[in-house]
């Protein structure tokens, strides 16, 4: 499809460095003193657990390539992961199984229709179209090496606490509680199912993927799981390389144009980051060669997106110049809403 020269492929794409330290450090506090009293915005209440959360709960934390973390508010809270595994279990299959397999076979482009959209695969003739939602996420969870789901299981388990860089856990309370209510995503199965693009028992899969929506994370553990992608596939804390730096590459590439819901293009545009969220209200923004914002604040806005998080983050990119698009930090005083 496309191809290039071994040798004409760069050794470096460089789009400069964080600002110092104590530059950081301080921009993170700023943000945070700025947005924690913003309470726009509801609790996620189709997973019936997640309505129990605190709407005051606001963490931020920004971790380099180097393994340095800034951080501020409540980065030790514990939640599930929810969609963001969906980025991380991407890369462990295209690790796996490769980047044309994964593209044929799931596919890489925008729905512009909610996460769990019935109606997207109908229009694309059976196609999962992107692993960020949750007929791809479903189809992707489905290739992940194991010969039952338990195994299936158990490597996605270790493979996200490798980009960790500490053992996750399982929430058993979400987990069943999620179980409870996925009749959409069961559903969803069926119909990949119906169009032969599972080769595995689809409520199987499904209870995989909804196991791993239930591992706890932080929001520091998600800086240091975006670190691992901006340090093209090492995690900067262990030292270990998780994935290789194509496939860091190749999941950042879906992250940009299909990690934040239907408002991935406004996302886009305003903060310019290949990121993640999850319906518990967590987001992963990743600066390639930089490192990665790990935000967690459970209020969202109608696309499922937290609310502090969103603005948190712009204000980051622009503030510290992490934008993709930017060819120098912006100043502060330009718009930031
Ligand atoms: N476990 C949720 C689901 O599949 C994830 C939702 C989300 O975070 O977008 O419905």
Same mark, same amino acid.
């Given at each position: 499809m496309f191809e290039t020269d071994t040798q004409d492929v760069a050794q470096r794409a460089f789009t400069g460095d964080l600002p110092p330290e104590v530059r950081v450090e301080e921009l993170i506090a700023r943000a945070h003193r700025r947005y924690a009293g913003l309470d726009e915005g509801r609790l996620a209440d189709y997973i019936p657990l997640l309505e129990q959360a605190d709407?005051?709960?606001? #963490? @931020? =934390?920004?971790? =380099?390539? +180097? #393994?340095t973390e800034h951080a501020a508010g409540d980065t030790e809270v514990r939640f599930s992961i929810q969609s963001i595994s969906k980025a991380f279990v991407f890369a462990l299959v295209c690790e796996a199984m490769g980047h044309e397999q994964v593209h044929d076979r799931v596919g890489v482009n925008n729905t512009g229709l909610p996460f769990n959209s019935v109606i997207a695969v109908e229009l694309n003739d059976g196609s999962p179209m992107n692993p960020m939602v949750n007929a791809g996420a479903i189809a992707t969870t489905a290739l992940m090496p194991g010969g039952t789901p338990a195994e299936q299981w158990e490597h996605i388990r270790s493979g996200l606490s490798r980009f960790a860089g500490r053992p996750l856990e399982l929430d058993g309370e979400v987990y069943r509680s999620e179980r &409870?209510?996925?009749?959409?995503? &069961?559903?969803?199965?069926?119909? @990949?199912? =119906?169009? #032969?693009? @599972? +080769?595995? +028992?689809? @409520?199987d899969t499904v209870d995989v993927y909804t196991r791993q929506c239930s591992l706890l994370v932080t929001a520091t553990d998600l800086a240091v799981m975006g670190a691992t992608l901006a340090d093209g596939g090492t995690n900067p804390r262990t030292g270990e390389r998780v994935v290789s730096a194509e496939v860091a590459r190749d999941t950042l590439s879906v992250l940009a144009s299909c990690g934040m819901y239907e408002r991935s293009g406004e996302w886009l545009f305003e903060i310019g980051l290949p990121a993640k969220s999850g319906v518990s209200g967590g987001i992963v923004a990743v600066s390639p060669g930089k490192g990665a914002v790990g935000t967690f604040s459970p209020l969202l806005d109608l696309a499922g997106n937290s609310v502090r998080g969103q603005r948190a983050c712009a204000y980051l990119s622009r503030s510290l110049g992490l934008s993709l698009f930017a060819s120098a930090a912006h100043p502060v005083s330009q718009k930031v809403s």
């Open positions: 709407p005051g709960w606001f #963490g @931020l =934390s920004l971790v =380099s390539v +180097d #393994g &409870k209510a996925n009749q959409r995503n &069961k559903a969803i199965g069926r119909l @990949l199912e =119906s169009y #032969g693009r @599972l +080769d595995t +028992d689809p @409520l």
